[in-house]
């Protein structure tokens, strides 16, 4: 097992990540500081680990509410589900959410905790890649709009991340490669040397290799922590960094509706466009940008958008992103491998060439 | 004018209270960082102040969205035509939600600003006296839950409180009653010089006196402000103090149906119950307790809950109140005028002889 810590001052927590950590009561049970929990699932994993779960929570008041499972369900409605089970079982400000799932339910349970009588403690227990090596950290929680994607949120920190390796058994393949988006851009942003060891080892991380998936899964929590540590809101700039590839991805992901594509999937994409654009920027080589292609293409992600968005509609539905300020788009980009930068200084043009030669109208 | 501040570090934010501060554009301005704003307001208030608020505000993007007036419509579901209008209007991260109304619009404002895109600015123009002296101070925010009152929510300072005194020269007689239940509140819990002030000069408040009606807003506010300043999230039991009256209230509101009762109304019966407990917990003497009866009285408030609700009824409804921790139920009770503590130490026993004698089964 690997500890890491979140600097966050009085808010610090713990993130441990090994296999087997859900039968680990005694790592779970010091951050349940009342008599009561509310374990938030899903109908997809609540038959592989909840009763795992449960056994390391015995002796406590343990409820339970199991959502149904998909991106369309991470919204304010289905949200309401959880309040209702709490309000019903009369949970008090003592209680704690444990979050049982991927990045949806840990987002919605995140969510439900900031909110739920002003504010409740929550524990996540990420069972995707994707949850584990990203939604997970940081606090970042909330639900979709119809109008977009995370519009509705707050900043809520869990008091610990308990990452079980095993849980990853039984992610689809589709799900593993999703997951692997965000370590591939962890290497990006300013881990050169973590991309240079996922271009020895991927093939060891497709294949569920324990110890590949720990390394990968530590050394990404542990740089987005940094990232997260130096700026908690996302007032400096620098949590920014951590949307690499996420403008152009959120554009993909509307564009076709949500649940379509994964949300990895989107990102892996949008991380190579948003190379692309580096590169007509003059910021980065031409075979850096084929270093990153190759990467997305390996982990077996797409490598383009889907057909179908045209590139105005591509444009306006990043304009919608919240990375516009002040009515500027800014985007994450990249002055090589390892080396990302946010910046509303770019071309406008160069954008939409970048975007005309990816999409397939 | 009067101007105070309610000291929370870096979230430190003024209260501006006079006549005529709808019109000054230069109090309201430098409190609006981007060059956006969205009032939220509701239909009763529109037309009475709308126009002149919009007015401060010229040279701004500014949108509006009017919501139906009354306490059922403070839902997650009515919230969310503030995101919508938000999302519709491309409010980004730099817009400053601005709240025109009672204290409905101003918890749901606040909220949907704290939770829009994980957290915008936001200012109040609260123009009822409840929503003066109560909750446009603090930084709660939030919406009730078919299963209880303000069960969702969150903390979220403002950055500027505009109070117009001449805003409450429409504001109907049971309201402006309504809201002097919570300036007694202030003087109950640790202001008996405000309690004694105001047991000389009720007729010329209910008279809308506005001198009188400045000193007892300037004064309700810098007690809040003192408190919430000492305790922001509620976490050291100082400011449970404010709920002075609040959980007899709750269960009074919830009983009869949001709405049936105003809060204030509620509360002020609250307040006179809490104070026959602290009387037969030999806390209290029995000539104060008749001073706080009689206070409410004159303030016009009622100091008997409605027929129809049985104290096992009543029992239940307090135990769902956000004041239980542990299982055990905490409140605010007196030890004295201008003297509230927070206790779970008192005879069960008493507490229900005390419903006895108030409730009208």
Redesign the interface.
């Known amino acids: 097992m690997e500890t890491l810590t979140v600097e966050l001052g009085a808010r610090s927590y713990p993130i441990h990540i090994g296999a087997g950590l859900l039968e680990r009561a005694d790592l779970l049970r010091p951050h349940v500081r009342?008599?009561q929990a509310m374990v938030v699932t899903n109908e997809t994993v609540a038959p592989l680990y909840l009763e795992r779960l449960l056994r390391s929570l015995e002796g406590l008041r343990v409820d339970h509410v199991v959502l149904p499972d998909g991106e369309r369900y991470k919204t304010?409605q289905v949200m309401?589900r959880i309040?209702?089970a709490l309000?019903?079982r009369?949970h008090?400000?003592?209680t704690t959410l444990i979050a049982l799932g991927g990045g949806v339910v840990g987002d919605m349970t995140g969510?439900a905790a900031?909110?739920?009588?002003?504010?409740v403690d929550f524990i996540q227990v990420p069972t995707t890649l994707l949850a584990q090596v990203d939604s997970s950290v940081g606090g970042?929680t909330?639900v979709n709009?119809?109008?977009?994607k995370n519009?509705?949120?707050?900043?809520h920190q869990p008091r610990c991340v308990l990452i079980d390796t095993d849980t990853l058994d039984t992610l689809p393949d589709r799900e593993l490669s999703a997951g692997l988006a965000e370590v591939v851009k962890y290497g990006l942003i300013d881990d050169p040397a973590l991309f240079a060891w996922l271009e020895d080892h991927l093939e060891a991380l497709l294949a569920r290799d324990p110890a590949a998936l720990r390394h990968a899964i530590a050394r990404s929590c542990a740089d987005k922590a940094r990232i997260v540590a130096d700026d908690e809101?996302?007032r400096s700039g620098r949590r920014a960094l951590l949307n690499l590839g996420h403008t152009f991805g959120h554009a993909i992901e509307t564009g076709v509706g949500y649940g379509t594509w994964l949300h990895g999937e989107a990102v892996g994409c949008g991380m190579v466009m948003a190379a692309d654009l580096s590169r007509r920027l003059s910021w980065m080589e031409a075979a850096e940008v084929e270093r990153v292609r190759r990467m997305v293409e390996r982990a077996r992600l797409p490598v383009r958008p889907p057909a179908g968005l045209t590139t105005d509609r591509f444009l306006e539905l990043m304009?919608?992103d919240?990375k516009?300020?002040?009515?500027r788009l800014r985007l994450v980009l990249l002055e090589g491998i390892g080396h990302a930068v946010l910046t509303d200084r770019f071309d406008g043009s160069l954008l939409r060439e970048t975007i005309d030669t990816f999409t397939v109208p």
Not at 151 to 155: D, H
């Open positions: 009342g008599g304010l309401d309040y209702t309000l019903e009369h008090d400000r003592g969510f900031a909110t739920y009588l002003r504010g970042k909330g709009h119809p109008l977009g519009m509705i949120g707050a900043f809101t996302e304009a919608v919240k516009v300020l002040g009515g």
